[in-house]
């Protein structure tokens, strides 16, 4: 078995040989240049840029691992503000003694998730650090997408009388990361929701026109967005907790864990906020888009005090949802 | 005293106002927006795009620390393609622990330097991690600028008879590191050479046209950057030793710990390849030039073997510089 060492980050032989063998074979494509920078051609407009470090435990998990993780998080930023993908970044912070191969299938499948897509890798930078000053892998991914709605979405835009859908069940990345930590004696064949959203993005645009806000519900679950852009757009949003959808496996997990399923990371989820006159237009769409076969209406904006998220429970009340606060579950992302 | 804790890396109440009163304090701007993605206006033509990581470790040295480090490392790289820095993103991941203070005067020297570099700040992200799982904190940026010169620079332009200038002293940055892990005992009143280098290469271009090759000499030092522009453009480079610019704290310490100038990291110096005709012009502007004070013509490019760099030492004799090849000096950056 071949493991990283303090070498492979020097700057010599041994790291051209990693960045040769790992990472230009999984990432080779014409952008992707030995020169300090990459060189792309842009067309005038309006470009989106982001970044998003991933530290998540355990570095592998049902649906995915921190490689796959990586790109759609970048990805899935980008399209949230309607940008088509079109490069991105990466940069490894590896522990001495990280098992080659596991880099390797990271690489891969960071390779195969920019595929699907249509991501290209423009750049990259490998440092290795001493055992027990990272645990096994860390990546930062960048990215640079085209703005394709002319007015792009935003969380101060929600609008009363706005509906709120959300494309498929929630909370499904927490869970399977909690589920593979193995801390509870939890079995489930949970899986993450890890997922690159850019198409279902562009299927939604195209049936149902410009929309209010798109934001993916990840690090502190749709409540923690939903909190954000009531905030942002001085509204009060409304939610029917019957509609939200929960996969059973989720649902049983939070039940014996005492969680809330709406504070759980999602990595393949987005909330939409539109005019209510489209939410069919939308719904349709979403549904018959990859990875958005539970998209659900879960809610509207309405007049209200600022800030304030408000359930309809299934009976018959209504409860606040408040800002998520302390520590969630550490290391989801 | 104020310690970064995990629930500062949760997504809800702690990590907002982490955020708020270290980074944004330090890095608002008209481009930084609390949506996925910053959106960007660009004109057509073409962006350089790239990414680093930075480990270095200590976190403060002589001359700057990990913050100023992570903006000049990016600009430079950017400068590297003749590209006017615009935008830069950075991404946190820091050790449970760490002290807020600290946090603060790192975020106050990125912010600091990239205003003197004119690039601003457009995306953001913050990790943290247990303790043992990071060693203090660990920095990602990545930039983008608008590439200036019609034909970019690129290792492979180095063409026979071009002459081969360096912009000042080298060795500086990667003496202090290691004057400042105080291993050795050794006292010194070195100061790391790290500084952004974008005006510096503005000067350049104007007085003396466009380069073939522009590197900055990074983790590996002057000797690596060269042997791999040997290499990428299939020529043989001669340096004449004499003439290589080595300040006497530098030369002091190698002789002291027998290391090699040509080997250890710069963080604010290049190596400058351009046709003869145009060499004193470039040496001219450059020593004009802020950080370009010490700058020098220190060899050519000539026929022979692809991937050769000679040394024609000051006794009279010549030396192969070999590729650097192991451990150097690991988390120089």
Chains 1, 2 share one sequence.
Not at 61 to 86: E, H, Q, Y
């Amino acid at each position: 078995m071949e493991f990283v060492t303090m070498a492979h980050g020097a700057g010599g032989a041994q790291t051209k040989r990693l960045i040769d063998e790992i990472f230009l074979s999984a990432f080779r494509n014409p952008a992707l240049t030995a020169d300090d920078a990459a060189l792309l051609a842009v067309k005038k407009g309006r470009i989106a840029f982001t970044t998003d470090g991933f530290v998540v435990t355990p570095l592998f998990f049902p649906g995915g691992n921190i490689g796959k993780l990586s790109v759609c998080g970048t990805v899935n930023d980008l399209a949230c503000m309607t940008a088509r993908p079109l490069f991105i970044s990466c940069s490894f912070i590896i522990e001495e003694g990280f098992e080659m191969e596991k880099l390797r299938m990271i690489a891969d499948s960071m390779a195969q998730t920019a595929r699907a897509a249509g991501i290209a890798f423009a750049a990259g930078d490998t440092k290795v650090v001493a055992r027990g000053q990272c645990d096994g892998v860390y990546i930062t991914t960048s990215g640079i997408g085209s703005v394709e709605q002319h007015t792009a979405p935003g969380g101060a835009r929600a609008r009363e009388g706005d509906a709120l859908l959300v494309t498929g069940d929630i909370g499904r990345h927490g869970a399977a990361i909690l589920a593979a930590r193995g801390l509870y004696g939890v079995q489930t064949e949970l899986e993450s929701d890890c997922a690159p959203l850019w198409s279902l993005v562009e299927d939604l645009l195209k049936a149902a026109g410009p929309v209010h806000c798109l934001r993916d519900a990840t690090r502190g679950g749709l409540a923690t967005v939903l909190c954000e852009i009531a905030e942002q757009s001085g509204v009060t949003i409304e939610l029917d907790e019957e509609s939200i959808p929960v996969c059973d496996a989720a649902k049983g997990l939070c039940g014996l864990l005492g969680l809330e399923p709406l504070y759980l990371a999602c990595e393949g989820r987005m909330a939409v906020i539109l005019p209510q006159t489209r939410a069919q237009a939308a719904l349709t769409a979403l549904r018959q888009s990859r990875y958005g076969a539970n998209a659900a209406v879960i809610g509207r904006v309405r007049s209200g005090r600022a800030g304030n998220v408000i359930v309809n429970t299934k009976i018959g009340g209504k409860r606040l949802l408040a800002p998520p606060s302390g520590e969630l579950l550490p290391r989801i992302c």
